[in-house]
């Protein structure tokens, strides 16, 4: 469906794999990092970008956040 062809040369300064789509896979890697707040300008950007167009992504995110606040919230009534 979409069109994962490498970036200009001149880009990859901005994105050095080449590519300015992220695939499915490297979201979910990226996931923990964009909801611990631990990304950068350019990367919280093209997870945003995929998120926009990703449906399936968007409701891995919500239920990983919806995840951790379950056990943060059970962390906070059974400490261990």
């Excluded at 970008?49 to 919230?73: D, N, S």
Aim: hydrophobic letters at 40%; glycine letters at 4%.
């Amino acid at each position: 469906i979409y069109d994962y062809r490498p970036l200009p040369v001149n880009w990859r300064v901005l994105y050095p794999d080449g590519y300015l789509m992220l695939t499915c896979k490297d979201m979910t890697t990226e996931a923990h990092a964009l909801l611990d707040g631990n990304l950068g300008p350019m990367a919280r950007i093209r997870i945003r970008f995929h998120l926009l167009l990703c449906k399936y992504c968007r409701r891995y995110v919500r239920q990983l956040a919806l995840t951790l606040k379950v056990v943060e919230q059970n962390r906070q009534i059974n400490p261990s």
